[in-house]
């Protein structure tokens, strides 16, 4: 058949495959133990599954509401309330997503006009960049330095401008690990108080986070909270990426603008799903446990490093750990994890693709969301290098 004729002119036309599908693909062809892509590899709670087949055989299983099943968001404003201290209505200020993602590109779709900047914290997580391009900004990036991940905030402040629409948090950090400090969001909320700027702040990690740190929420602060969609995602806080589902909390007329959007998105996300995480997040040791359950996998794997010639990169939070190579090879890091993959079957992420210009940082990001078993093959092969 002859191929299409049709032209057209491509929208991201710089947007290439991500590297976590190059790399997964890589990972399946050469079967390596798989550290690369941020998702468990170990079983969803039975109860958890239990209760979305309850709901189905319940008979939820047409359109819930479109700003999400009511229940869900009120258990939601419960939870936000008790950590943080702060309420949030659930009719008019919580929507329910399609996991954080959908979030994140729905605020930047409804907020960001032709010609709009939007600072983005470099390495970042791939979605932010080229939701802010479909609609026309401008990312602007703020590089953080490989020694440490940290924000200079004189840095930050020199990058707004009058065209800042927006600024995209995100703590505990996706690659890096690292958090923000209270301090950090007080620099934050003093920097952006004369602004007009709304903030995504991707929380999706919020309860992974390690000895003794605490999780700062934008929607603790308040100036911060008034200017503020808080992103979450249920899908790492459950082990359930898969299912895709997420929320986002913020106030009321900023959340009315969001929904225009999102109404003609998605309109609304799985109903059963929602019905099930309603029942499921009732009980807070169902995400009060987490971070000494992925502190103990993040332990076991930096311990097992000890005697080899990797450097370990603080981890605060998230469940990823950097290791800094450059005692082995002077390889770029796609190059080196591309070598580990093929010749040592292990798969991890090179980090440089999330960098401004690909700057090289001689780290490798591995996910320690893994069974035991898993991570100790792969320390197995690590020790070996
Ligand atoms: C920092 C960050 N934000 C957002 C997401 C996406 O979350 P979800 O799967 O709920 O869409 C991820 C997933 O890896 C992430 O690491």
Not at 58 to 78: C, K, P
Not at 105 to 122: H, P, R, S
Not at 260 to 275: E, G, L, N, W
Request: with cysteine; net charge negative.
């Amino acid at each position: 058949m002859a191929s299409s004729k049709l032209t057209f002119t491509s929208k991201l036309p710089n947007a290439k495959t991500t590297i976590f599908t190059t790399v997964g693909n890589l990972a399946r062809k050469n079967n390596a133990v798989d550290l690369s892509q941020g998702f468990p590899n170990f079983e969803v709670d039975q109860k958890l599954r239990e209760l979305v087949t309850d709901a189905m055989e319940n008979g939820h299983n047409q359109y819930a509401s479109m700003q999400g099943y009511y229940g869900l968001r009120e258990v939601i404003s419960e939870k936000i309330e008790a950590i943080h201290n702060k309420l949030y209505n659930p009719e008019t200020e919580i929507t329910v997503t399609v996991g954080a993602t959908q979030a994140i590109f729905t605020a930047i779709t409804a907020f960001v006009n032709i010609g709009d900047e939007v600072i983005v914290f470099k390495p970042a997580y791939d979605c932010y960049e080229p939701a802010i391009e479909l609609n026309g900004g401008t990312p602007i990036c703020v590089q953080l330095d490989a020694n440490g991940y940290k924000v200079d905030w004189k840095v930050f402040k020199n990058k707004i401008t009058k065209k800042t629409r927006m600024v995209i948090i995100n703590t505990p950090h996706n690659p890096s690990g690292r958090i923000f400090s209270k301090d950090d969001m007080l620099r934050l909320q003093e920097i952006l108080r004369p602004t007009n700027c709304i903030i995504i702040s991707d929380e999706v990690y919020e309860h992974i986070i390690f000895d003794e740190n605490e999780h700062y929420s934008a929607s603790r602060f308040e100036d911060l909270s008034q200017r503020s969609f808080v992103c979450a995602s249920f899908g790492k806080t459950f082990h359930v990426t898969g299912w895709k589902i997420g929320y986002c909390a913020a106030p009321a007329d900023l959340m009315q603008e969001f929904r225009k959007t999102h109404q003609f998105a998605v309109f609304c996300v799985d109903h059963p799903v929602q019905r099930s995480m309603a029942a499921y997040l009732v009980n807070e040791e169902n995400y009060f446990g987490l971070p000494l359950f992925y502190q103990k996998k993040r332990d076991l794997f930096i311990e097992g490093l000890k005697d080899t010639r990797f450097k370990l990169k603080p981890s605060d939070g998230t469940y990823f750990q950097l290791l800094d190579y450059t005692d082995i090879t002077e390889e770029t890091d796609e190059d080196f994890a591309k070598r580990l993959i093929v010749d040592y079957k292990l798969a991890s992420i090179p980090i440089s693709s999330f960098n401004v210009g690909n700057r090289q940082d001689g780290v490798l990001r591995f996910c320690f969301a893994k069974k035991n078993e898993t991570l100790e093959e792969a320390l197995d092969i690590l020790r070996t290098l």
